[in-house]
């Protein structure tokens, strides 16, 4: 899994995410936070709390998460790119 930091200030911090299929993060947290969709693709979440998320993504939609703690994996055979928005308290 590759991140980019995009840019960050004291309201929210914004991500450029890019899962290659079968790539997994360790756990992690998020605050509440958008997930915009740059292409069509598979996401597997697996939350600490609550039950297993499978999403197909297709591009161009977008996600509001609660705040959560979660490993995420990239279950499909292409690749998936994400722009993830952290809101800040």
């Known amino acids: 899994m590759e991140q980019k930091l ?3 200030n ?3 911090r914004v991500l450029d995410v890019r899962f290659k299929p079968g790539e997994k993060t360790p756990m992690h947290s998020h605050p509440d936070h958008i997930v915009y ?10 939350p600490l709390k ?5 999403l197909d993504l ?4 977008a996600f509001w998460f609660d ?3 979660h490993t ?3 279950p ?14």
Do not use: I, P, S, Y
């Open 6 to 8: 995009v840019m960050e």
């Open 10 to 12: 004291d309201r929210v």
């Open 37 to 46: 969709v740059f292409n069509d693709g598979k996401l597997k979440l697996t």
């Open 50 to 54: 609550n039950k297993v998320q499978e």
């Open 58 to 61: 297709q591009t161009g939609q």
């Open 67 to 69: 705040a959560t703690t």
């Open 72 to 74: 995420a994996e990239n």
């Open 76 to 89: 499909g055979k292409t690749d998936v790119h994400l722009l993830v928005v952290e809101l800040k308290g």
